[in-house]
């Protein structure tokens, strides 16, 4: 409920003037605290929650505060973050900053939570420093544990087993992270996931342009609901004539791909993930240029990845077409052997067939899914 925010621990706000209540779009929305700051410290903000509706962040209860509240930029990391746990059963963790996954993860046979969260973490073990943690299942004490080693602003989950409110509130073993804020969300299965799903909270998304105006749109979903639903890629060109991808993924990359496109739901466009094993290995983020985003990546992953520094046997996403065949070219060049993206481009049929040369399965997404927040 609206109230569950502890507002005497807000100890810093740059308060505006915000109404009670408003109305946007014909929806009425009730206030629920005025927030730290907006995006920046010298920004008033106030956070708010459809009326009448029970929400998965609307009604986020803070079982532990920081120093003081919530800032825009946390509530949105907690949203893009829930975002992409949201699609999975297993247990998943995503690690946000600025908007943008740093890492996420997914377990695998015999991943503990805490080597989900490690997976997501050191994905990006540097970005991650101060980030935003979101996870779709209860989080239990020896996460915390790990969780507490390093910085962060934010745990969210929708449970958190009791023994953990005791690690994140010691202070005096783990004083790096003494004013770490812990939030209990709703399930986040609850938000809108596929296309034409119903049962699900699936408010439309506002933004709001320089002057004021509004556009309003439907959420950002996807049709893929599971593995059955991905095609290997064709296409046809007077030039190509008809093209099918003719190298089949395996099992494991199969998952991945799926994986891949999920946390590329919440990836700022152009946006690549490129992934295995359950963990994203590497993001490209908010490029002009689809290649572009494959450099960042692979750059990113030689620079900052602490594992295995090879990409060989990796699966890539991709939340757009490719518009020529460097894109797979630069990717196979990497070591990646498979790939998911929509298509749209006049060359597919041109693009298929130097997939099939470099024997990198192409599987072909039925929508774009740009995140242009």
Not at 299 to 326: C, I, R, W
Request: charged fraction near 20%; glycine fraction near 8%; hydrophobic fraction near 40%.
């Amino acid at each position: 409920m609206a109230n569950e925010l502890n507002r005497s621990t807000y100890l810093s706000r740059n308060v505006g003037d915000f109404p009670a209540e408003t109305v946007i779009a014909g929806r009425r929305y009730v206030k629920v605290d005025d927030l730290r700051y907006g995006t920046n410290p010298h920004q008033p903000a106030a956070y708010y929650k459809p009326a009448d509706e029970t929400c998965v962040i609307g009604d986020m209860e803070i079982l532990k505060n920081g120093k003081n509240g919530l800032s825009q930029t946390n509530l949105e990391d907690i949203s893009y973050a829930l975002n992409i746990v949201k699609f999975f059963d297993t247990p998943a963790c995503a690690v946000m900053k600025h908007v943008n996954p740093s890492g996420a993860a997914v377990s695998r046979a015999g991943d503990s939570l805490r080597d989900v969260y490690l997976k997501a973490r050191d994905a990006d073990a540097r970005a991650a420093f101060g980030s935003v943690i979101a996870f779709n299942t209860e989080v239990d004490a020896p996460t915390a544990r790990e969780i507490m080693k390093t910085f962060a602003e934010c745990v969210v989950a929708p449970a958190f087993a009791p023994e953990t409110l005791q690690i994140f509130n010691d202070s005096e073993t783990y004083k790096l992270n003494r004013h770490i804020r812990i939030v209990r969300c709703g399930d986040p299965r609850k938000l809108p996931r596929f296309t034409g799903e119903s049962g699900v909270n699936a408010a439309n998304t506002l933004k709001v342009l320089a002057d004021g105006s509004l556009v309003i749109a439907a959420p950002l979903t996807t049709s893929l609901t599971g593995i059955a639903d991905l095609r290997p890629a064709e296409a046809e060109n007077s030039k190509f004539g008809r093209q099918i991808s003719e190298i089949a993924a395996d099992a494991g990359q199969l998952e991945d791909l799926l994986f891949a496109w999920y946390v590329n739901l919440s990836v700022r466009s152009n946006g690549v993930v490129i992934a295995r094993n359950g963990q994203t290995l590497s993001v490209g983020t908010g490029e002009q240029d689809r290649v572009g985003a494959i450099e960042q990546a692979i750059a990113k992953f030689h620079q900052k990845y602490q594992g295995d520094n090879t990409l060989e046997g990796a699966v890539m996403s991709s939340d757009g077409f490719f518009p020529f065949a460097d894109g797979v070219e630069t990717a196979a060049a990497a070591g990646i052997t498979a790939i998911i993206a929509p298509a749209g481009s006049l060359r597919d049929a041109e693009v298929i067939k130097r997939a099939n040369e470099l024997g990198v399965a192409l599987y072909h997404a039925p929508e774009r899914i740009f995140s242009h927040h």
